[in-house]
Structure formats: C-alpha cells, structure tokens
C-alpha cells in the first residue's frame, strides 16, 4: 500500500535514463549473476548523486549462481496463477521449524514491481503465504529524485507449530544516475536505494515471540540493457553503519561453460540466459535428458531441429532478434519455453 510518492526532478530528462516495467524482471527472465566476497566496505555503497560513476571493477568473485523467474504455475507452489517466482534461500530457521526451499513471487504493471507473495516448505509440504499488504519495490516511471513509501505484510500458518508473521515499511528513492563498472564491463544506470524497517514474529504453542524491529538496506543498479539488475547489495545498518550481507552483480560466462550447480529439478527444463544475445543454456534434472530440441520462430517455422545428443548449449549469434519458442522432447515430458533474442 502506497502512502507517499514525491517525484523531483533536477536535471533534463536527456541526462539521465528512465526506466519502466519492461526495463525489470518479469516472468520466464532468467540470468547468470556472480556472488561476490563481502571483503567490501559498506561506506563504498555510499557515493550518489546525478552523474556518479561507480566503479566496482575490483569485485571479487566468489560462487556463480541463477536467477529464474518461473511462472507461478511452475514453481512447487502453483497457487501463484498470476505471479512469477524466484528461490530466494535454501532454508530459513525460526528455531522450533526450518522452512526450505524459499521463494519470492512478484507480479508488476504499468504503476509498481511488487512482492506478492512467498513460498515456504515445511516437512516435505509446500506452503503459500499470500501478502496481505503487497511489497511495492519499485514505482514507475523509474527516474532520478523519485521517492515513494509503502507498506507491507504477510502470514503464514505452520502445520503443529503455530504462525510467523511479517510486516514493515519500506522508503525507496531513486538517488543517483550515471554509469557502474563491475567486472563485467560499464552501463549507463539509475541507482534505487531502499531502506526497510521490518518487525517479525512468531507464535508457538499459544506464545507469541516477537523480533526486535530491524533495518535493512537494498541497493540496485539498474539499466536498459538488463532486466536483472547490474549490481545488487544488501545489508543490514545499525547506528548509520552499512554491513553488507549481499553483493551480486550480473555475469555472463565468457567461455560457454555453464555454471556448475544450475538447480533443476527432474521434470524440469530451463533456458538461461532470457533475453539472451547470442549463447543459450539448457539445465534439466540430472536424471532427465533431451531427446528432441526444436527452435521455432513466431510464424510456427522450425528453424532448427536436433536430435539426441543434444548439447546443453545453443549458439543463437546468427538468429535475428525476436521473440522465439524453444520446444523440447524429454524423458520427464515435452517442454515448450518462449525465449528472446534482444541485439
């Protein structure tokens, strides 16, 4: 919920970029990101302002991973019908219970970037949570000087536990614009800081525990040329003082060799990244295998057509940029995956 919404602009629109929902992650998104060592000052995130350069080409890679925006429906908790999902932990411990496998579902439109929803499992059982008061991250247009406050809320009901129950507010102001530098190259960029104050809870046998309120800091670096932002940093603040626990930023693999750990399960199939400008990925489950792989253009012509062996990389360099369907014959099932082509 929406309380407040400042917009102020200082410089013409020309010296900075603006950004809307087609510029964010939306569903089927998926990209290659690279975890950096937190060996990195919290005071480096500070810097801001029009026409800032940011430079974090000394990142220090640590482990690759994969993010995947699936469809709700795809995802173990396929209540989500109109919001895409992405795990976002392994495991949360709340002490008397382990929630695994945890994900975040969000929905966007032409006003907001919202967190809808999030997804628990608990003894083998996959749980739900609706918000009861959506998480608005970010409010378009994107442009510099834009401040917005909004709320948010949600609850889940633990089977011979009892509940935890989450809820605050979050200030997010676009602060800053200009060009980051990351290990992977340097983008034109707006920068979206977002101050969380939240305040869990939880309720056993009869007893509510409450957690005392806390405040985290997300930054991001977004861009035109990616969906998935250039750099994202999260961290906790205390007395002012910054201490990341998250530094991410966007990675493309120069060889061709996809990351190590790409979490599939069996009975499904991923292309990575989407949108893609040349080399195209292909996970499925360990025990799966593709035994017919199809590239299908928008008038229903097939491309190209493979049969098994077929290899876990597509070279797409001299496909023109488009929409496409990628079909797939596998042990586990046929697959069908609309994948972009953006030059």
Known sequence: MTILCISTFFFPVKAQITLNRDQLPRSGDSAQIMNAQLSIPG???????PGTNWDFSDLQASSPDLVWYRPGIQTPYFLFLNSFGTKVQDSLN??????????????SNN???AAVGRGFTVSGIPIPAFYTDN????????????KDSSTFAYNISIPTVGEYASRGGRVTQVDGWGSITTPQGTLECLRVKSTLRILDSLTFQGNTFGVPLRTEIE????SREEHIPILKVRGTSFFGLFNPSLVQYRFTLKSGVPPPDVPVADGDFLLYPNPTDQMLYIAVG????????????QMGRILRDW??????????????AGTYTVRAECSFGTYVRKVVVAR
């Open 94 to 107: 709340l002490l008397v219970v382990s929630l695994q496998n945890v994900f975040e579902f969000y929905n």
């Open 286 to 297: 360990r025990f799966d295998q593709i035994n017919r792989l199809q590239f299908i253009d």
């Open 135 to 146: 998480d608005e991250i970010f409010f378009f247009p994107l442009t510099y000087g834009r």
């Open 219 to 222: 930054y991001y670096w977004l």
């Open 111 to 113: 006003t907001r970037w």
């Open 43 to 49: 005071t480096r995130f500070a810097a801001t302002g």
């Open 307 to 320: 049969a098994a062996p077929v290899r876990p990389i597509l070279d797409l360099g001299d496909v023109q």
